[in-house]
Protein backbone atom coordinates (compact mmCIF):
# COMPACT_ATOMS: atom_id res chain seq x y z
CA UNK A 1 0.00 0.00 0.00
CA UNK A 2 2.87 2.25 0.87
CA UNK A 3 4.39 1.86 -2.00
CA UNK A 4 1.47 2.51 -4.42
CA UNK A 5 0.67 5.44 -2.63
CA UNK A 6 4.66 6.74 -2.98
CA UNK A 7 3.77 5.96 -6.82
CA UNK A 8 0.79 8.18 -7.05
CA UNK A 9 2.14 11.05 -5.51
CA UNK A 10 5.45 10.72 -7.18
CA UNK A 11 2.66 10.70 -10.43
CA UNK A 12 1.06 13.63 -9.09
CA UNK A 13 4.13 15.98 -8.50
CA UNK A 14 5.42 15.44 -12.44
CA UNK A 15 1.66 15.71 -13.51
CA UNK A 16 1.65 19.26 -11.76
CA UNK A 17 5.14 20.13 -13.10
CA UNK A 18 3.85 19.13 -16.85
CA UNK A 19 0.60 21.27 -16.08
CA UNK A 20 2.46 24.59 -14.91
CA UNK A 21 4.97 24.08 -18.12
CA UNK A 22 2.01 23.51 -20.53
CA UNK A 23 0.35 26.29 -18.77
CA UNK A 24 3.30 29.02 -18.66
CA UNK A 25 3.76 27.38 -22.47
CA UNK A 26 0.62 28.46 -23.68
CA UNK A 27 0.72 31.82 -21.59
CA UNK A 28 3.41 32.82 -23.81
CA UNK A 29 2.13 31.79 -26.87
CA UNK A 30 -1.51 33.36 -26.43
CA UNK A 31 -1.04 36.18 -24.20
CA UNK A 32 1.32 37.92 -26.89
CA UNK A 33 -1.86 37.26 -29.69
CA UNK A 34 -3.77 38.64 -27.79
CA UNK A 35 -1.61 41.77 -26.87
CA UNK A 36 -1.82 42.54 -30.38
CA UNK A 37 -5.54 42.04 -30.95
CA UNK A 38 -6.04 44.98 -28.72
CA UNK A 39 -2.95 47.41 -29.76
CA UNK A 40 -4.42 47.06 -33.11
CA UNK A 41 -7.63 48.72 -32.12
CA UNK A 42 -5.65 51.42 -30.01
CA UNK A 43 -6.14 50.03 -26.72
CA UNK A 44 -2.73 50.75 -25.25
CA UNK A 45 -3.61 49.50 -21.85
CA UNK A 46 -2.64 45.93 -23.46
CA UNK A 47 0.82 47.08 -22.85
CA UNK A 48 -0.11 45.73 -19.23
CA UNK A 49 -0.45 41.99 -20.22
CA UNK A 50 3.67 42.62 -20.63
CA UNK A 51 3.87 42.14 -17.21
CA UNK A 52 3.41 38.44 -16.68
CA UNK A 53 5.46 37.65 -19.58
CA UNK A 54 8.34 39.69 -17.65
CA UNK A 55 7.44 38.30 -13.91
CA UNK A 56 7.01 34.95 -14.86
CA UNK A 57 10.08 33.74 -15.99
CA UNK A 58 11.95 36.79 -13.72
CA UNK A 59 10.52 34.59 -10.84
CA UNK A 60 11.30 30.65 -12.25
CA UNK A 61 15.00 32.60 -12.92
CA UNK A 62 15.08 33.39 -9.43
CA UNK A 63 13.87 30.72 -7.67
CA UNK A 64 16.26 28.52 -10.07
CA UNK A 65 19.41 30.87 -8.58
CA UNK A 66 18.30 30.17 -5.04
CA UNK A 67 17.85 26.54 -5.56
CA UNK A 68 21.77 26.67 -7.27
CA UNK A 69 23.16 28.52 -4.55
CA UNK A 70 21.75 26.67 -1.69
CA UNK A 71 21.74 22.84 -2.52
CA UNK A 72 23.73 22.86 -5.47
CA UNK A 73 26.75 25.18 -5.27
CA UNK A 74 27.83 24.23 -1.89
CA UNK A 75 28.20 20.47 -2.52
CA UNK A 76 30.18 21.75 -5.74
CA UNK A 77 32.44 24.00 -3.93
CA UNK A 78 32.81 21.18 -0.87
CA UNK A 79 34.01 19.30 -3.28
CA UNK A 80 36.49 21.26 -5.07
CA UNK A 81 38.32 22.36 -1.77
CA UNK A 82 38.24 18.89 -0.60
CA UNK A 83 40.59 17.57 -3.27
CA UNK A 84 42.54 20.79 -3.51
CA UNK A 85 42.37 22.42 -0.38
CA UNK A 86 44.73 23.02 2.23
CA UNK A 87 43.60 20.88 5.38
CA UNK A 88 44.27 23.11 8.94
CA UNK A 89 42.46 24.12 11.84
CA UNK A 90 40.52 27.17 12.54
CA UNK A 91 39.97 29.13 15.81
CA UNK A 92 36.76 30.44 16.20
CA UNK A 93 37.08 34.17 16.41
CA UNK A 94 33.70 35.15 16.15
CA UNK A 95 30.06 34.13 14.81
CA UNK A 96 26.40 35.05 13.82
CA UNK A 97 23.30 33.69 12.14
CA UNK A 98 22.62 34.64 8.27
CA UNK A 99 19.35 34.43 9.23
CA UNK A 100 18.58 31.35 6.49
CA UNK A 101 17.22 28.14 8.43
CA UNK A 102 17.04 24.87 5.96
CA UNK A 103 15.48 21.91 7.90
CA UNK A 104 14.75 24.00 10.69
CA UNK A 105 18.43 24.57 11.52
CA UNK A 106 20.01 28.31 11.32
CA UNK A 107 23.22 28.84 8.75
CA UNK A 108 25.88 30.29 10.75
CA UNK A 109 28.54 32.48 9.48
CA UNK A 110 31.99 31.69 11.41
CA UNK A 111 35.30 34.28 11.52
CA UNK A 112 38.07 31.52 12.28
CA UNK A 113 41.92 32.03 12.64
CA UNK A 114 43.37 29.45 10.80
CA UNK A 115 46.25 28.45 11.73
CA UNK A 116 49.08 27.77 8.80
CA UNK A 117 52.22 25.24 8.56
CA UNK A 118 54.56 27.78 9.16
CA UNK A 119 52.31 28.56 12.75
CA UNK A 120 51.45 32.41 11.64
CA UNK A 121 47.54 32.71 11.69
CA UNK A 122 45.23 33.95 8.63
CA UNK A 123 41.78 35.62 8.95
CA UNK A 124 38.47 33.73 7.06
CA UNK A 125 34.98 33.39 7.20
CA UNK A 126 32.87 29.72 6.44
CA UNK A 127 29.53 29.35 7.09
CA UNK A 128 27.94 26.18 7.52
CA UNK A 129 24.38 24.82 8.45
CA UNK A 130 24.83 23.91 12.39
CA UNK A 131 22.25 21.95 14.50
CA UNK A 132 20.64 24.01 17.06
CA UNK A 133 22.16 21.40 19.78
CA UNK A 134 25.87 22.11 18.40
CA UNK A 135 25.66 26.19 18.40
CA UNK A 136 26.10 26.43 22.36
CA UNK A 137 29.60 24.63 21.80
CA UNK A 138 30.87 26.87 18.94
CA UNK A 139 31.87 29.58 21.08
CA UNK A 140 35.15 32.26 19.82
CA UNK A 141 38.25 30.28 21.25
CA UNK A 142 36.76 27.01 19.88
CA UNK A 143 39.00 24.70 17.21
CA UNK A 144 37.42 23.54 13.96
CA UNK A 145 38.87 21.79 10.99
CA UNK A 146 38.69 23.17 8.00
CA UNK A 147 40.04 23.58 4.70
CA UNK A 148 40.91 26.86 3.14
CA UNK A 149 42.45 28.07 -0.08
CA UNK A 150 45.67 30.20 1.03
CA UNK A 151 45.27 32.31 -2.60
CA UNK A 152 41.63 33.41 -2.17
CA UNK A 153 41.00 32.39 1.54
CA UNK A 154 37.71 30.46 0.48
CA UNK A 155 37.23 28.46 3.34
CA UNK A 156 34.65 25.29 4.68
CA UNK A 157 34.21 23.07 6.95
CA UNK A 158 36.15 19.66 6.74
CA UNK A 159 34.04 16.60 6.78
CA UNK A 160 37.22 14.47 6.54
CA UNK A 161 39.70 15.97 8.67
CA UNK A 162 43.41 14.25 10.19
CA UNK A 163 42.52 15.24 13.82
CA UNK A 164 46.09 13.78 14.40
CA UNK A 165 47.85 15.89 12.16
CA UNK A 166 45.49 19.08 13.48
CA UNK A 167 46.25 18.07 16.92
CA UNK A 168 49.97 18.22 16.20
CA UNK A 169 49.33 21.44 14.65
CA UNK A 170 48.17 22.76 17.57
CA UNK A 171 50.17 21.41 20.05
CA UNK A 172 53.22 23.20 18.01
CA UNK A 173 51.70 26.37 18.17
CA UNK A 174 50.13 26.33 22.12
CA UNK A 175 53.89 25.20 23.19
CA UNK A 176 55.34 27.82 21.54
CA UNK A 177 52.94 30.52 22.84
CA UNK A 178 54.00 29.14 26.38
CA UNK A 179 57.28 28.59 26.79
CA UNK A 180 56.69 28.19 30.88
CA UNK A 181 54.50 25.62 30.09
CA UNK A 182 53.90 22.05 28.30
CA UNK A 183 56.54 21.90 25.62
CA UNK A 184 56.06 20.05 22.42
CA UNK A 185 57.54 16.81 23.54
CA UNK A 186 55.39 16.61 26.58
CA UNK A 187 52.26 17.52 24.74
CA UNK A 188 52.94 14.68 22.26
CA UNK A 189 54.15 12.14 25.14
CA UNK A 190 50.73 12.88 27.00
CA UNK A 191 48.54 12.70 23.50
CA UNK A 192 50.25 9.28 22.96
CA UNK A 193 50.98 7.38 26.21
CA UNK A 194 48.89 9.36 29.00
CA UNK A 195 45.74 8.55 30.65
CA UNK A 196 42.34 10.67 30.84
CA UNK A 197 40.75 11.17 33.74
CA UNK A 198 38.31 13.57 35.47
CA UNK A 199 39.93 15.81 38.25
CA UNK A 200 38.33 18.39 40.92
CA UNK A 201 39.41 21.70 40.27
CA UNK A 202 41.23 22.47 44.78
CA UNK A 203 42.27 25.80 44.45
CA UNK A 204 43.59 28.63 42.06
CA UNK A 205 45.89 31.69 42.36
CA UNK A 206 46.63 34.19 40.30
CA UNK A 207 50.35 35.36 40.23
CA UNK A 208 50.08 38.54 39.59
CA UNK A 209 52.65 38.06 35.96
CA UNK A 210 50.94 38.54 32.85
CA UNK A 211 52.01 37.69 29.41
CA UNK A 212 49.71 40.13 27.12
CA UNK A 213 46.03 39.22 27.92
CA UNK A 214 46.78 36.19 29.87
CA UNK A 215 47.15 35.81 33.56
CA UNK A 216 49.78 33.07 35.13
CA UNK A 217 47.33 30.93 37.75
CA UNK A 218 48.99 28.13 39.76
CA UNK A 219 46.44 25.45 39.36
CA UNK A 220 45.73 22.70 41.93
CA UNK A 221 43.63 19.42 41.49
CA UNK A 222 42.69 16.60 43.06
CA UNK A 223 43.20 13.45 41.54
CA UNK A 224 40.92 9.81 42.15
CA UNK A 225 42.22 7.04 43.46
CA UNK A 226 42.09 5.11 40.44
CA UNK A 227 45.22 7.20 38.67
CA UNK A 228 48.12 6.84 41.36
CA UNK A 229 46.43 4.37 44.01
CA UNK A 230 45.83 7.60 46.21
CA UNK A 231 43.79 10.84 46.19
CA UNK A 232 46.48 13.05 45.43
CA UNK A 233 46.78 16.68 44.63
CA UNK A 234 49.40 18.32 41.71
CA UNK A 235 49.85 21.67 40.89
CA UNK A 236 51.41 23.53 38.01
CA UNK A 237 51.50 27.11 36.50
CA UNK A 238 49.43 28.18 33.72
CA UNK A 239 48.71 31.29 31.30
CA UNK A 240 45.25 31.76 31.05
CA UNK A 241 43.51 34.03 28.82
CA UNK A 242 40.35 35.88 30.21
CA UNK A 243 38.09 33.39 28.83
CA UNK A 244 39.47 30.40 29.85
CA UNK A 245 39.67 32.14 33.85
CA UNK A 246 35.86 32.06 33.72
CA UNK A 247 35.63 28.32 32.56
CA UNK A 248 37.73 27.39 35.26
CA UNK A 249 36.37 27.49 38.52
CA UNK A 250 37.37 25.98 42.23
CA UNK A 251 35.30 22.94 42.55
CA UNK A 252 34.31 22.23 39.03
CA UNK A 253 35.17 18.85 37.71
CA UNK A 254 37.19 19.22 34.60
CA UNK A 255 39.10 16.35 32.31
CA UNK A 256 42.58 16.28 32.42
CA UNK A 257 45.33 13.70 30.79
CA UNK A 258 48.43 12.66 32.42
CA UNK A 259 51.61 10.57 32.76
CA UNK A 260 51.39 9.06 36.28
CA UNK A 261 54.80 9.01 36.36
CA UNK A 262 54.44 12.91 36.33
CA UNK A 263 51.34 14.14 37.40
CA UNK A 264 52.14 17.39 38.13
CA UNK A 265 52.80 18.22 34.23
CA UNK A 266 49.23 17.79 33.21
CA UNK A 267 46.79 19.19 30.90
CA UNK A 268 43.24 20.22 30.71
CA UNK A 269 41.34 18.67 27.69
CA UNK A 270 38.01 20.07 28.30
CA UNK A 271 38.36 21.65 25.28
CA UNK A 272 41.42 22.94 23.54
CA UNK A 273 40.99 26.46 22.19
CA UNK A 274 43.84 28.79 20.82
CA UNK A 275 44.28 30.29 24.19
CA UNK A 276 43.71 26.73 26.23
CA UNK A 277 46.48 25.65 28.45
Known sequence: MKKVTGVLIFLAIIGGIGAGIYGIIMMFIELPKE???YLS??????LFMLIPLILVPGSIIFALWIMYSVFIKPGRVNKRMQASGTKSVGFVKSLAQTGTYINEQPEVKFT????????SMVEAEVKTIVALTDLAQLQPGVPIPVVY???TMECIFDNTP???RLQD???RYQSSR????????????IRKHGIQTPAIIQDMKITGEQVGDKHA????IELPVTVLGSVQVVSREVFCAPAMLSELQIGKIINVQLLPAHPERFAIINQVTKDGL
Open 217 to 220: VVIS
Open 35 to 37: MMW
Open 162 to 164: DTE
Open 41 to 46: RGDMSA
Open 149 to 151: NPT
Open 112 to 119: VEILQDNG
Open 169 to 171: MID
Open 178 to 189: DPRGLTYSERVE
